[in-house]
């Protein structure tokens, strides 16, 4: 077994509806895969609406475009155990980041924003893994209203 990290992030849905954000972007080290192992996205809005929220995970071969991120050392699952290799980015407030050139998407759900989204793998065999080439994979979020608080996280193995 790999060693274990999470990341997580709150920050507000694109300033226009129905667009895709990328709220969390993971980048394995050269060589390297991340094995997605959990994600769950919820709404922490202080007046909860019945927004439709499309939650997407993506397999990229590049970065996309970003107004401002910020740099996220993931945090480990085991104290004892050592430092990521992957480099980690957050979507940074209302800022826009656009997804990088996508490969595919494994996963692409709809939730009513008063719910919570989460996939779970059963186990090592239901692991999403980055592209081989370039490896990143994005955590992607579009809300149908403007500027929506969203809460991302997602657990991976290296």
């Known amino acids: 077994m790999g060693s274990e990290f999470t990341a997580n992030v709150n920050a507000t849905s694109n300033a226009t509806a129905n667009t895709d954000d990328v709220f969390i972007l993971l980048k394995a080290a050269a060589s390297q895969t991340i094995l997605l192992k959990r994600v769950r996205v919820s709404f922490a809005a202080t007046t909860p609406a019945d927004w439709e929220a499309q939650i997407s995970v993506g397999r990229d071969s590049a970065t996309g475009t970003v107004t401002t991120s910020a740099a996220f050392t993931p945090i480990k699952r085991r ?7 992957s480099t980690a980015q957050t979507k940074s407030t209302t800022n826009s980041f656009a997804e990088g050139t996508n490969v595919d998407k494994p996963i692409k759900a709809s939730v009513n924003t008063r719910s919570v989204f989460e996939w779970i793998a059963r186990d090592e065999y239901d692991y999403i893994e980055s592209p081989l080439s370039a490896s990143y994979i994005s955590i992607i979020v579009q809300v149908s209203t403007a500027s929506y608080l969203v809460n991302a996280e997602c657990d991976w193995e290296e």
């Open 79 to 85: 104290q004892a155990g050592p430092a990521s290799v």
